[in-house]
Structures are given as C-alpha cells and as structure tokens.
C-alpha cells in the first residue's frame, strides 16, 4: 500500500496512514538511535532531492497558484530550505553529543548527563503558501534528529504534492520519509494518528483543531500559526528607505505569507507621506501589474472573493481604499494591492488575518497608543519596526511578545537558521529552525550516573542518629 490516499479511493484515509505509521515505527525500532553517518546521508539526499527536482517543483507551485515567479520559489522556498539543510550538516554533531552537566553536592560523587534521542515518527502537515519551504524546513529538524517522517501537503497545491510524492519516492525509502496526500477529511485522519511528534503549520482556526486531536493521543505539537503582525513606522524612520522594504515583505507572494505586515502604525502626521511612500514602492517593484509576472496570482477563486468581500466591507462601512495599482483581474486571480485608511475595529479585516495585499494603516500619536493597540490583540508571529530611534526600539522590544521581530526590514528573521522560529499564544507555540528544531524533535534524556561508592546508602531505614544529622544539613544546603 502507498501512500496516496487519492491513488486508493476503497481504502480509507486512516487505513492508509495507520499503515505507513506501523512501517516507518518498525524501522525506527530497529534502529533507535541513527548514527551521525545515516543521518548525513538522509540530509545529503534530501538536498539532492530538492536540486534534482527543483524545476518541476517550481512549476507544479507556479500551476497551483495561476501564476507564481521561479524567482519566488527559489527565494523563499528552495534557497532557505537548502541553507537549513546546510546548516544542520554542519552543526549536526555537535548537537548530537551528550551534554555534561554538573551535580549539586547532593548528587556527588556521581555525574550526570543529557542524551538527544529521536522521538521516532513525526508528521509534518504544511500549508499551500510556501508548500516547499514549510514542509522540507520541518523535516530537516525530523532527519537531523533521526526521526523517520510522514508528509502531508495541502489539497490546495495538487500538482505540487504529486511532484513532491515522486520525488520523496526517488530518495526515500516508504519507511524513512513518505508522503500522504489528500483532501480535508486525509488532513483530520493525519492530525489525528499517533505521532511521535507533530508539526503544524496554518492558521489559528485549524491549529486548535490539529491540537485537540493530537491531544488524545498526547502528541506533542509545534504549530506554527498566524496572526495580525504588526509594522510599526517610528517618527525617526526614513520613510524613503522603510516602505520599500516594508512593501517587498507585503507583497511578497501578493500578501500570502504568514509573516507579511498585517498592518502599519504610523505617526498621524505622516500618514499621507506613507501612502505616497508606498504607492511609489510598489509602482517600482511591479510595474505593469496586468501582465507583470512576478506578481502571484491569489490561491484560489474562494480565497480572491475571501480579501474582495473584505475591501467591500471596508469601504461600505466609510474606510478610503487606495489602490497603490491598477490591474485587478478576478478572471486570472489577479488582486492589486491596496492601502486602506480609516479602518476600524467594526470591519473584517481589523480582525482576521489577512493573507493578501491589502495593508490598513493605522495612525497613531505616541508610541504609548502604538504598543497598547498591539497588546490589546493577540500575540502575533512577527512584528515589525522602523526607525533609528535605540531609545524607541528597546521600549518595542521590551514592551511587546511576539513569535520573531526583525527591527528596519521584514521576514528576514525566518531566513536565519540559528534564530528559532515559532508564534506565542495564538500565533503558536514551540519553535524550529536549526538546533531549535532538532531539539523538538528529540528527547533530552537525563542520565545520572552512581559510583559504586554513594553517601545515599547512608538514608536507608532503618533510620536513626545519622540520618537526623543528613537530613538537617540538606535542609539547611540542599
């Protein structure tokens, strides 16, 4: 039996996964703790993988989407996941080695230590935005770690999870990596199997529900969310150089990014010089939007009339909508980018994240009002700040919890693999990327150690004179 569930329509989802789970658990008994060489190895053939195949992976995405630029593909898919692959060869035995840590004097004479070991399976589940990077980035903390790991693509990128599936099959043995492909109720039974450990990347709504299933089976999670991260405009930043730089993360993948600004705060009386900032930049970046290939069409039809119906609401209930250009085509999911001033907490997209290329602007009079408007709202994955002002940039840092930050620019923290990567709150909880992930996909296991000789023997009962004496030192000391 393989593992598409498409390809075995009599056979249900939970058949298929409990199947390939029981193989690839087999494999992993029989081999517990992989050696450094096999786990290079499996990294050395995951990145031949993703070079051999990485053509026919870019244009399967580019045909899931209607249109997305190779360009984007390989900036924001295949560069981070092959530098992540990179990055754990490198460190990978240093992560591996046992750690020695020391005793207080009740532990003396012994010694002690801490061994990672690998969990066994772990499911990865990965959304439709970035289905490379999000899904690969994740197993390289898996194999690294000596893990053996279960796929599941979004039914949004068909064509990409059938390349993906072939390509996993030309380098993967079933029970090292497979993949699992189907639609919502394949994604509810894979959410549901008994993981070793399971990574979850989407939104809030669905994380909550991947979560409570996991939580029967005690599975421990690490979901990566969303949310409403925030860019805030300080009033000592260069507007000339921060809204490029902001737009270019908005923008990205027209908006469908997980860590894309939600929305800007920016000082009341620089409010229209941002607009015109951000017209500018965005005329620069994309000209010609209509036939403009670098610009990505939105997922889906449902997703396109999903951030329509939000401008709609918006504008009817009294927000100024700017189009930063023109070129909006329903017909080829074309969405052009918008700012939109005047929003309030009555509308849609003051509320829910929103995934696309409209950007509010939120004004504000002191940084004070600035941080309070963040903090009144859930914690969100990133956070954003513009400015030159150190005195201003230690109070956002120290007054706001957010998954990542990066200070005069955006999403360039995602990229490094020795920072962690992960949400708080709402946005998620636990962290990959580099040692953090290897780390979560393995089991620090304490070893303490006992010399044949031990003062412990001096606190068996029956207990008298000595033990009173041993015991009021370890009150006093211990």
């Known amino acids: 039996m393989d593992g598409s569930v498409s390809d075995r329509q009599a056979v249900s989802p939970e058949a298929v996964i409990e199947s390939v789970l029981s193989r690839q658990r087999a494999a992993y008994l029989k081999d517990i703790n992989p050696d450094l060489a096999l786990r290079r190895d499996r990294l050395d053939r995951l990145e031949r993988l993703i070079l051999a195949w990485q053509d026919r992976l870019a244009q399967a995405i580019s045909e899931d989407f ?88 979004s039914e949004l990128t068909p064509r990409f999870s059938e390349v993906l599936d072939a390509a996993v099959k030309e380098f993967f043995a ?56 925030p860019a805030i405009i300080d009033a000592s930043a260069d507007l000339d150089r921060a809204v490029p730089r902001l737009i270019w993360g908005k923008l990205l993948n027209s908006g469908q990014t997980c860590v894309a600004p939600d929305y800007a705060l920016v000082p009341r009386d620089r409010v229209e ?141 995602l990229a490094q693999d020795n920072l962690p990567f992960g949400g708080v709150g709402a946005s998620g909880y636990g962290a990959y990327h580099g040692e953090a992930g290897f780390v979560a996909m393995s089991k620090e296991k304490p070893v303490l150690r006992q010399p044949r000789l031990s003062a412990v023997a001096l606190l068996y009962p029956p207990y008298g004179r000595i033990a009173d004496m041993l015991l009021k030192v370890l009150a006093k000391f211990g």
């Open 66 to 153: 209607g249109n997305r630029s190779p360009v984007v593909t390989t900036l924001a898919d295949i560069v981070p996941t092959r530098a992540a692959i990179r990055h754990a060869r490198r460190h990978l035995k240093s992560w591996m080695r046992p750690r020695r840590v020391s005793l207080a004097w009740t532990g003396q004479p012994g010694a002690a230590l801490i061994i990672r070991q690998p969990l066994g399976v772990v499911g990865i589940i990965a959304p439709w935005n970035y289905p490379l990077n999000l899904m690969l980035s994740p197993l390289v903390g898996a194999l690294a770690a000596g893990n053996r790991a279960m796929l599941k693509p």
């Open 174 to 229: 079933e029970d090292e990596v497979a993949v699992i492909t189907g639609g919502p109720e394949v994604a509810a039974a894979f959410s549901a199997a008994p993981f070793d450990h399971l990574v979850f990347t989407g939104s809030t709504a669905v994380g909550r529900k991947v979560a409570e299933a996991a939580a029967r089976n005690l599975t421990p999670v690490t979901l990566e969310l969303g949310g409403k991260s």
């Open 273 to 413: 010089d941002f607009v015109a900032a951000a017209k500018a930049a965005a005329e620069k970046q994309y000209p010609r939007l209509a036939d403009n290939p670098d610009y990505t069409s939105i997922i889906s039809a449902r997703h396109f009339d999903r951030l329509a119906g939000l401008i709609d609401e918006a504008r009817a209930k009294g927000a100024e909508v700017i189009e930063l250009l023109p070129g909006t085509d329903p017909a080829r999911r074309i969405l052009a980018p918008v700012v939109v001033t005047g929003a309030n907490d009555t509308m849609a997209l003051m509320h829910e994240e929103i995934f696309g290329p409209i950007l509010p602007v939120v004004p504000y009079d002191t940084l004070d009002e600035a941080l309070a408007f963040i903090n009144a709202r859930d914690r969100p994955l990133a956070l954003y700040w513009f400015g030159t002002d150190k005195a201003a940039e230690g109070r956002v840092l120290n007054g706001t919890i957010s998954g990542g930050v990066t200070i005069n620019d955006t999403i360039l923290h």
